[in-house]
């Protein structure tokens, strides 16, 4: 029995970051903060308007960021002024200061 040699296929897609700026990017400039901050109030976008403010201020990563629950940020009726956090990279604690417009937010969002 002979096997028969098939022609080996090229893929004909593009490579999806062809082309484009890859890894780290630069850092927002504070008016494009600002722009970003208004859109989220003009659009009444509480929640993404809270976890920017409160990046802004905790300057976590990501994954932390958007692993953070309600029950650690606010306390009854009160959001926390500190709160602490153990980072998923470094498995070490992180604690940081939030400020009166991310509290303002967040009090706005959760209630």
Do not use: H, Y
Request: aromatic share 4%; charged share 30%.
């Amino acid at each position: 029995m002979s096997k028969v040699q098939l022609p080996a296929l090229k893929a004909k897609r593009r490579p999806w970051n062809r082309g484009r700026l890859v890894g780290q990017k630069r850092p927002l400039l504070p008016q494009q903060v600002w722009a970003i901050r208004a859109r989220l109030e003009l659009s009444s976008n509480l929640r993404d308007l809270a976890l920017l403010n409160l990046a802004i201020d905790s300057k976590l990563r990501r994954c932390d960021l958007v692993r953070l629950k309600v029950s650690d940020l606010v306390v009854r009726d009160r959001v926390r002024e500190r709160v602490t956090v153990i980072q998923s990279k470094t498995n070490r604690s992180v604690q940081f200061e939030v400020t009166e417009d991310a509290r303002a937010s967040i009090r706005n969002w959760v209630s």
